[in-house]
């Protein structure tokens, strides 16, 4: 019966890992791509065809780039465990930051 224990105990921590990082990085791509069109104003066609941008939200930018740089940092770290893992280390985040440490 312990077997079963430990068998879903896994399969829940692979269940979300996957949601993480298979969903989550690009729902947070997607929202940053909204961030920046939100930011960048909305367009408006006047009667003689121009179209006139609205105001710009610096905050909808400044959001953007935020969520690219979670995007590109969940990407890095997980080449960087790959990568560490293929040469016998492991990603130890006991510290504020992530460190490579002999296995």
Same mark, same amino acid.
């Given at each position: 019966m312990h077997n079963l224990g430990f068998a879903l105990d896994?399969?829940?921590? !692979? =269940?979300? #890992? +996957? *949601? !993480? =990082?298979? #969903? +989550? *990085?690009?729902?947070?791509?997607? *929202?940053?791509?909204?961030s920046l069109a939100w930011g960048a104003g909305e367009a408006s066609v006047s009667a003689?065809?121009?179209?006139?941008?609205?105001?710009?939200?610096p905050v909808g930018t400044a959001i953007g780039y935020t969520l690219f740089a979670?995007?590109?940092?969940?990407?890095?770290?997980?080449?960087?465990?790959?990568?560490?893992?293929?040469f016998g280390y492991k990603l130890d985040f006991s510290h504020i930051f992530p460190t490579l440490v002999a296995k």
């Open positions: 896994g399969a829940w921590q !692979v =269940l979300l #890992a +996957g *949601l !993480v =990082l298979g #969903a +989550g *990085l690009p729902i947070l791509f997607a *929202l940053g791509i909204r003689d065809g121009v179209t006139a941008a609205g105001p710009r939200r979670v995007v590109v940092i969940g990407v890095l770290l997980g080449l960087t465990f790959i990568v560490a893992t293929g």
